[in-house]
């Protein structure tokens, strides 16, 4: 048995009238392929320009280690050379990514290559945010701090997303004050005894090309999983629904600082806490009777 997972819609282009009112205010993801076709970064941007443009620039990395109560909310894991990142990612498969590279900030150079897509949405220009990964590199399941409408553009590889809607959230094992599910689940393959709520689930998929974007509704759960070395770059617009707006506020203002708190006040108990509570809080919604101790380890 597999997720529950339906093609994401796809388009060559779209105005921006029929995507606002088909996509943006009925809050459903889209993969336009043709947008990016006459910016610059259609034809410059891949691994090897930007390993010209940014060699020298040490940058931090994610690896796919669990959570700790070592680390604070979203510690960056190792850092290294971009050029010598770029080499490790053409040469061999790793887990190292880079998440939430600021292109303002480390890149504006780049900032030329591509146009502000007007579609419908109030993008923030100061956050186009750059992602990269290695084949095979996953980036688990969460949805984003702040509720955003996002675009994210692939260059170079080719790039796997599984989507969730929000209302999905009760069938998938969801930590509690953070933004992410089990760490321990496989979204490509999960097993389902040992998480019966995902039976549940339904979601989306689709497989981005270089030059593609793909839209994701605010507050929307992604995995990310790279097929082959590339890099990202996401566009976002402030959340429109109040509902999203103030559970913005509450993750930006309390909800990590808590955490973060909770972290160095009980360190892995506090982990290991939560962790158990997502399992026991998902079957108790859903009636669910299962013996934890024998089915997670
Ligand atoms: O593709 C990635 O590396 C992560 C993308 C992501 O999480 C985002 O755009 O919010």
């Not at 891949?46 to 109560?69: F, M, T, W």
């Not at 360190?267 to 997670?296: F, M, P, R």
Request: charged content about 25%; some cysteine; hydrophobic content about 35%.
């Amino acid at each position: 048995m597999k997720i529950d997972l339906t093609e994401i819609e796809r388009v060559n282009t779209i105005s921006k009238d029929d995507f606002y009112i088909n996509y943006v205010k009925k809050q459903k993801p889209l993969v336009v392929e043709k947008l990016t076709q006459d910016w610059p970064a259609y034809k410059k941007w891949n691994l090897n320009y930007i390993k010209s443009i940014a060699g020298e620039k040490v940058v931090s990395l994610y690896d796919n280690r669990p959570v700790s109560h070592k680390d604070g909310f979203n510690e960056t894991h190792a850092k290294m050379k971009m050029a010598n990142y770029i080499d490790l990612l053409q040469s061999k498969p790793t887990n190292y990514r880079i998440f939430l590279y600021d292109l303002m900030k480390e890149l504006p150079i780049l900032h030329k290559d591509f146009k502000w897509p007007d579609i419908g949405l109030r993008l923030i220009k100061q956050l186009p945010m750059l992602f990269f990964g290695g084949k095979n590199s996953k980036v688990f399941m969460h949805f984003d701090i702040d509720y955003s409408n996002i675009l994210h553009f692939q260059f170079d590889g080719q790039k796997q997303c599984v989507l969730f809607d929000p209302h999905q959230t009760p069938f998938l094992y969801k930590i509690p004050h953070s933004l992410i599910c089990r760490e321990d689940i496989d979204f490509d393959n999960p097993d389902f005894d040992k998480w019966p709520a995902l039976k549940q689930a339904k979601g989306y998929i689709c497989k981005l090309n270089h030059g593609e974007m793909l839209y994701m509704p605010e507050g929307y759960w992604h995995y990310m999983k790279y097929l082959e070395p590339g890099f990202s770059m996401s566009l976002r617009a402030f959340p429109r629904k109040i509902s999203s707006l103030s559970k913005a506020a509450y993750n930006l203002m309390i909800m990590r600082y808590f955490d973060n708190f909770m972290r160095k006040l009980k360190g892995q108990k506090w982990i290991d806490y939560k962790n158990e509570e997502a399992i026991i809080h998902t079957h108790k919604k859903l009636n669910i009777n299962q013996d934890i101790s024998s089915k997670v380890t």
